[in-house]
C-alpha cells in the first residue's frame, strides 16, 4: 500500500517571492516601454542611400517642414512637433507613404525601392507615467 504524499500548500515567502517577480516585471516594462531609458529631444535622422540627409530635433520645429529626398524615386518627408512622415512618394507600392505618421523614439519609416531610412531616437527624459 502506498503512502499518500501530504498537500503543498503556499507559505508566506511564496507569496514574497512573488510579488518580487511580479514587481521586477513591472519596472521592467515600465522602463523598457515607458521611456526611462531615453533621454534627450526627439529627433528625426533622414538617412539616404547610408548618407545621412537631415538630422532634425522635433522640439525645436515652430512650423512645419519638409525635406525633399532625390533620386531614382522621389520623397517627400514631413516633419512637425508631433512626428514625422512620408507626405509623397513615386516610388511602387508606396509603403513608406502607407506607413503614417511616427511619433515616438525607435520608430522608423522605410522605403526600400530608394534606400531611404527615417527613424526616431531621443525621447522625453522623465517617465510617460507613474506606478504605484
Not at 517642414?65 to 512618394?89: A, F, I, P
Not at 525601392?113 to 531616437?121: C, D, G, M
Amino acid at each position: 500500500m502506498r503512502a499518500s504524499s501530504p498537500k503543498l500548500r503556499p507559505t508566506w515567502w511564496d507569496g514574497l517571492a512573488a510579488a518580487i517577480v511580479a514587481a521586477l516585471a513591472i519596472f521592467t516594462a515600465a522602463w523598457y516601454y515607458g521611456g526611462l531609458a531615453r533621454s534627450g529631444p526627439l529627433t528625426a535622422a533622414i538617412v539616404h542611400r547610408g548618407q545621412v540627409v537631415q538630422t532634425v530635433e522635433l522640439d525645436r520645429l515652430t512650423e512645419e517642414m519638409t525635406v525633399t529626398v532625390e533620386g531614382t524615386y522621389h520623397l517627400t518627408v514631413t516633419l512637425d512637433k508631433t512626428g514625422v512622415r512620408v507626405s509623397e512618394s513615386d516610388c511602387p507600392g508606396r509603403d513608406c507613404v502607407h506607413t503614417g505618421t511616427i511619433t515616438r523614439a525607435g520608430q522608423s519609416i522605410v522605403c526600400l525601392p530608394e534606400q531611404v531610412v527615417v527613424q526616431l531616437s531621443g525621447g522625453g527624459s522623465g517617465p510617460d507615467a507613474v506606478l504605484g
